[in-house]
């Protein structure tokens, strides 16, 4: 069984800060997407990443995928409030997406 | 609007009742799934389906079923609810043409069933 471990499960920081979430797997995955989800509402893709060691920036936000294709990570830079959400991971695996369990990021002002 | 819309947004059903969500799409996207998030659980995957004609379980498909009326429209039923299925409910879609992978998720379903 293919799973997708996250970490940490919870991060409460202050605006401004800078942070790093993990997304890790004893399995290979052919691409890892990032996806967040704010209460209420469904998630939102965010980036994929398909290429061992590809690093993708979308604005403050930084998505890495490990060599081997088993691990990700997404670093924010001077994170703000609007960054508060659950962070989900999802890798492709056995014909469908595989959704570790999230963080959730909460950015106080 | 929405591309993805789902009804009804919250739900209160009691145990043993019949119930039905729906799943619009406006996307024009073959593929559509049914997830089901509970705290701590993550997302799981209930059903999905590539095409009108072809639906298939996913990692926790009983006491669902699914029925796929259009290309743009995907219900989900519990025939006999029970208090475990209190969760929140997605509908996502996508194109398997193009990116088969990206999903795109209507708002959610929170249904209670007491």
């Known amino acids: 069984t293919q799973l997708l471990k996250q970490s940490p499960q919870f991060l409460s920081i202050q605006e401004g800060e800078n942070l790093t979430v993990y997304c890790n797997s004893s399995s290979v995955f052919s691409s890892l997407q990032w996806y967040r989800q704010e209460p209420g509402e469904g998630p939102v893709l965010l980036v994929t990443?398909?290429?061992?060691?590809e690093v993708k920036k979308l604005k403050r936000l930084t998505f890495q995928f490990g060599d081997a294709r088993k691990d990700s990570s997404l670093h924010i830079t001077a994170a703000q409030p609007g960054d508060t959400g659950l962070y989900l991971c999802?890798?492709?695996?056995?014909?469908?997406?595989?959704f570790g369990k999230g963080t959730k990021l909460s950015v106080k002002p | 609007d929405a591309d993805v819309t789902q009804t009804p947004r919250n739900r209160i059903t009691k145990t043993g009742k019949r119930i039905m969500l729906e799943c619009s799409q406006t996307k024009g996207h073959d593929r559509m799934y049914w997830y089901r998030q509970d705290p701590g659980l993550g997302l799981r995957l209930i059903y999905y389906?590539?095409?009108?004609?072809?639906?298939n379980k996913g990692e926790i498909s009983d006491g669902y079923s699914v029925s796929r009326q259009a290309q743009a429209k995907f219900s989900l039923s519990l025939e006999s609810a029970i208090p475990n299925q209190t969760a929140l409910y997605f509908c996502?879609?996508?194109?398997?043409?193009?990116?088969?992978?990206?999903?795109?998720f209507g708002p959610g379903t929170r249904l209670t069933v007491t």
């Open positions: 996502a879609t996508s194109d398997g043409d193009g990116r088969p992978y990206e999903q795109y």
């Open positions: 990443v398909v290429t061992g060691g």
């Open positions: 999802a890798g492709v695996g056995q014909g469908n997406l595989i």
């Open positions: 389906s590539f095409d009108v004609k072809d639906i």
